[in-house]
């Protein structure tokens, strides 16, 4: 076995990298950190495949919390994550997200607003009929209410920031392999190792499995049912011949998404569970029907403008369903004592990768969260059935 590491994070992308990152540049670390990722070009990646989405217009208060550290640390980043003078532009677009309702959800969408203003979100609530008025582009009809987030939304670059935090956590001293995770060595309530394609097996004193929608997969080597797995998502790229450029990222209360992408759009939705595509596949082949028959009418509808548009291209992903509350595992397993989750986001894991990795390292360095309390996303809410419900799963 290899002399080992203190610390292995299993899965390098935006996740294992951002937790290397702040584990690599704390004080108090001195340990050897070992991350493997089994394609270091990332192509595939959940985080190259994103949308970038960054929200506060979330319904749990540490959903909240966690990315609107997201926000913050974007505004930083270029400096934090300088390498040898070398900026990190992650783009942070703060042009809002407009969250539109149906009257019949009205009421609620604005229980979700007073919740997210009294946990510090910067978000307006507009009744319908101011909604032509502050977005003239935006088709009213059929929308009860709106919720724009008016600061500390919008979307980043998805593939700098992981690049960022990959490149800086390697300058502090942490070691990335390219290698692909294939078993685990347990002894008694520990993992004593890793087990590589390529590298044989090395000791571990922590392990940290941020291996994305992989997780359950790799969990079952272990012998933990982990309940995340993969759940595909399409996005689709068109023009408009109309200059939309400003608009924020909005969601129609159908569930599609858009946003703009330079002078071009990127759209998505999340249809509903019996409609969702094969979930166990990893292919990215992508479904153009779905934006023929369902995604473009609703476009149309919605902006006027996008009446007259011409799709340019497309792309698939998976990201890392957690299929129990469709929230963050965090934090240590109840049997195995060195074993810690980062994982399971359900699609808000971009923009909550800052508060993550920092919640890793003081899991790691001071055995607690000492930022944020993210308790309750532990793995013991799933043996106990305590879901942690939260509203806005976009």
């Not at 203190?6 to 584990?23: K, W």
């Not at 749990?60 to 997201?70: K, Q, V, Y």
């Not at 929608?213 to 080597?221: E, N, P, Y």
Request: hydrophobic share 45%; proline share 4%; aromatic share 10%.
């Amino acid at each position: 076995m290899d002399a080992g590491y203190d610390v292995v994070i299993v899965g390098g992308g935006v996740m294992g990298s951002s937790a290397a990152y702040f584990l690599a540049a704390s004080d108090v670390f001195d340990g050897s950190i070992l991350v493997v990722e089994r394609d270091s070009t990332y192509d595939t990646s959940a985080t190259a495949r994103s949308m970038g989405g960054i929200r506060q217009q979330f319904t749990t208060e540490e959903n909240i919390a966690m990315s609107m550290f997201g926000a913050e640390f974007a505004r930083i980043a270029p400096e934090v994550l300088a390498v040898d003078g070398e900026r990190v532009e992650v783009t942070f677009r703060e042009q809002g997200y407009l969250s539109t309702a149906t009257a019949a959800g009205a009421d609620r969408l604005r229980q979700n607003f007073e919740m997210q203003r009294s946990q510090g979100a910067a978000v307006t609530f507009l009744e319908a009929g101011d909604l032509a008025l502050r977005f003239p582009w935006l088709n009213p009809d059929g929308l009860g209410a709106a919720v724009f987030g008016h600061a500390n939304e919008g979307w980043i670059d998805p593939n700098t920031l992981l690049q960022g935090f990959r490149r800086k956590a390697i300058s502090l001293g942490a070691t990335f392999t390219d290698d692909e995770v294939v078993g685990f060595t347990r002894e008694g309530d520990r993992l004593a190792g890793v087990q590589l394609a390529r590298g044989g097996e090395v000791a571990a004193g922590t392990v940290v499995l941020s291996a994305g929608s992989r997780s359950g997969a790799l969990a079952a080597l272990m012998g933990v049912d982990l309940p995340v797995r993969p759940r595909k998502r399409y996005v689709y790229v068109f023009d408009c011949k109309e200059d939309l450029s400003g608009l924020p990222l909005t969601i129609d209360p159908s569930g599609v998404a858009f946003r703009p992408e330079g002078r071009q759009f990127v759209t998505s939705m999340s249809p509903p569970e019996d409609q969702d595509p094969d979930s166990d596949a990893e292919d990215m082949e992508v479904d153009y029907t779905t934006f023929e028959a369902v995604t473009w009418p609703v476009l149309a509808n919605r902006v006027p403008a996008f009446e007259a548009i011409k799709l340019t291209g497309a792309w698939a992903g998976h990201y890392d369903f957690n299929s129990f509350d469709q929230n963050a595992i965090l934090g240590g397993h109840p049997e195995i004592a060195n074993l810690l989750f980062c994982t399971g986001f359900s699609g808000h894991g971009l923009q909550q990768s800052p508060a993550a990795g920092r919640a890793i390292s003081e899991l790691i360095v001071h055995g607690a969260y000492r930022a944020i309390d993210l308790t309750r996303f532990g793995f013991e809410r799933i043996a106990l059935g305590h879901a942690v419900v939260e509203a806005n799963v976009w």
